[in-house]
C-alpha cells in the first residue's frame, strides 16, 4: 500500500557529494519519521539518518557534519544530502518510512535500496 521510490546513488570520487531522494505514495494518511540506512558488504545494516514530521534529525556519528537529511511534507519525500564523501561511506542505501495508512493503520516501509560506491 505504500511505495517507495528511490534514487541519485552512483560513483563518486573520495571528497565528492551525492543526493539521494525518496518519494512515498500510496494511500497515506501520515508520515510520522523517514529515514535513511545502509548497509556494506560484509556488514549490518546501520542507521545513516533520521528525520520526524517535525523536522527533529537523527545522524550516526560517522556522518555528523558531512551528511544532511531533510523532507518535503507535501510531496511524502526526503533527501539525503552527503558530502565530503569517504571509501567507508560505500554501501546500498535504503529509504525507511514509518506512519498511517488512510485505514488508520502503522505502515513501516523500506525502498528497493541504492547503490552508492565512493572509490578513485
Known amino acids: 500500500q505504500v511505495q517507495l521510490v528511490e534514487s541519485g546513488g552512483g560513483l563518486v570520487q573520495p571528497g565528492g557529494s551525492l543526493t539521494l531522494s525518496c518519494a512515498a505514495s500510496?494511500?497515506?494518511?501520515?508520515?510520522?519519521?523517514m529515514g535513511w540506512y545502509r548497509q556494506a558488504p560484509g556488514k549490518q545494516r546501520e542507521l545513516v539518518a533520521s528525520?520526524?514530521?517535525?523536522?527533529?534529525?537523527n545522524y550516526a556519528d560517522s556522518v555528523k557534519g558531512r551528511f544532511t537529511i531533510s523532507r518535503d511534507n507535501a510531496k511524502n519525500t526526503v533527501y539525503l544530502q552527503m558530502n565530503s564523501l569517504k571509501p567507508e561511506d560505500t554501501a546500498v542505501y535504503s529509504c525507511?518510512?514509518?506512519?498511517?495508512?488512510?485505514?488508520?493503520?502503522?505502515?513501516?516501509?523500506w525502498g528497493q535500496g541504492t547503490q552508492v560506491t565512493v572509490s578513485s
Open positions: 500510496g494511500s497515506i494518511l501520515s508520515i510520522m519519521s
Open positions: 525507511n518510512t514509518m506512519g498511517r495508512l488512510l485505514t488508520g493503520t502503522r505502515f513501516d516501509s
Open positions: 528525520i520526524t514530521s517535525g523536522g527533529r534529525t
